[in-house]
């Protein structure tokens, strides 16, 4: 089922298998593509430096996983 997100942008739910990992990590490349460069073109229009955005934005994916890995161990 895709799912909208604030803005009335969908993401598209994956027709692979997590298991498939080469085509479903493509796939979600592809799905969150257009999601990311507008994000990136929106903090840049507000006054943002695109590199640090994007920089910034790695460092929270990061944590993400970080605190995903952590809650799975407890």
């Known amino acids: 089922m895709d799912m909208m997100i604030k803005g009335g942008e ?3 739910a994956p027709t ?3 298991s498939e ?3 479903y990590e493509t796939e979600c490349r592809s799905a969150l593509k257009p999601l990311l460069a507008g994000l990136l073109d ?3 229009a507000a006054g ?3 590199r ?3 920089s910034t934005l790695m460092f ?3 944590q993400q996983v970080s605190a995903t890995e ?4 407890s």
């Open 10 to 12: 969908t993401v598209p």
């Open 16 to 18: 692979h298998p997590a």
């Open 21 to 23: 990992f080469l085509a």
């Open 42 to 44: 929106a903090a840049e």
């Open 48 to 50: 943002w430096n695109r």
């Open 52 to 54: 640090t955005v994007a």
């Open 60 to 62: 929270l994916a990061a």
């Open 70 to 73: 952590t809650s799975a161990r």
